[in-house]
């Protein structure tokens, strides 16, 4: 398995991660036998980063992947996240926290449920815009002295919030959507990142699933299938990007790779300190992803996709209005 490094952190993880939320909540009926087993083939395949968060659930994913790992801390490098703070009354409200007694009590449980002793990396999952970053980061990094957390993360923060979290501790890596239909990060996050040596962790690199060519019809999700309430899953915008999968299938025909794997190449094409972290639950496609590894772009091939996928080509929002407001925040 090839093995990346995060930034100039020192941190080294499999150049393909796996991004587990979808095996405790969001798209649908989960499987928790079939999940387990995933996690276990990834290790096997020679994936060793695993990422979760206190909110899938919620709580209920970090105490599936702590029980998957289980006896094999020491092959896997684990990354969790605080920050999104749900209403147990309104399973679709969501709001933010980034103080540091929230952020105390978070990595508490965090590590309680997950069955560690340490977290390697641990993420703001979203900036809180009434907390300085200066006061989030501050606490993380009385964490890292701690040794509760090895590696400071942020998701989805703006270049202005990351600039001013490095002044106050080393960041490890920025998570953010990144794929062929969401290509925001390339104007700002991405040139951000490099010149700060921060490494960068694309989550939803096949477009929640929608890149697999996989999904054909919006009737096929599940009732509780957070993507329908998601523009771009939904009216006219469902057709087009369909439309648009049709072209990746046949790049994908051409190149005798799944769509999925095309995908995946090229996230993984645009350079050698972006790590994308594709979700599944399901061993399968697991061991389908991982043969991205082995899917070579020519430069030819990079700007036939370019022209193909330019940025913005994707029809609808990549969230519902109200989680929008808490992308790139600060």
């Known amino acids: 398995m090839q093995h990346r490094e995060l930034g100039r952190s020192g941190l080294k993880v499999s150049a393909l991660g796996l991004g587990c939320m979808g095996m405790s909540e969001f798209y649908g009926p989960g499987d928790e036998a079939e999940s387990m087993a995933t996690i276990h083939r990834a290790i096997e395949l020679g994936l060793n980063f695993f990422d979760t968060a206190d909110v899938y659930g919620p709580f209920k994913n970090e105490e599936l992947v702590g029980r998957a790992l289980r006896g094999r801390r020491d092959k896997v490098i684990v990354a969790t996240k605080f920050g999104i703070v749900r209403d147990p009354n309104d399973p679709k409200a969501r709001g933010v926290n980034g103080k540091p007694d929230y952020i105390r009590k978070s990595v508490d449980g965090s590590l309680k449920r997950l069955g560690m002793d340490y977290i390697d990396l641990y993420y703001q999952h979203r900036v809180d815009p009434n907390t300085p970053t200066e006061e989030t980061v501050g606490a993380l990094a009385e ?30 890596a920025l998570q953010t959507e990144y794929s062929l239909w969401s290509r925001d990060p390339e104007d700002e996050i991405l040139p951000t990142c490099r010149e700060l040596g921060i490494g960068f962790v694309a989550y939803s690199p096949l477009g929640r699933g929608f890149l697999t060519g996989q999904i054909k019809r919006f009737e096929d999700f599940a009732p509780d299938d957070f993507r329908r309430g998601i523009t771009r899953f939904q009216g006219d915008n469902f057709q087009k990007n369909v439309d648009l999968v049709k072209k990746v299938e046949e790049i994908a025909r051409q190149k005798n790779c799944t769509p999925s794997q095309l995908a995946l190449a090229w996230v993984l094409a645009q350079g050698d300190d972006i790590v994308p972290i594709p979700g599944t639950r399901h061993r399968s496609r697991l061991e389908e992803n991982a043969k991205a590894l082995d899917v070579n772009l020519s430069e030819v091939e990079l700007k036939q996709i370019d022209s193909t996928f330019p940025r913005g080509i994707a029809a609808g929002q990549r969230y519902s209005e109200q989680m929008m407001q808490l992308i790139n925040a600060g």
């Open 143 to 172: 964490l890292v002295k701690e040794g509760k957390i090895r590696h400071i993360g942020l998701s989805e923060a703006s270049p202005k919030t990351i600039r001013r979290a490095a002044k106050i501790h080393s960041i490890t």
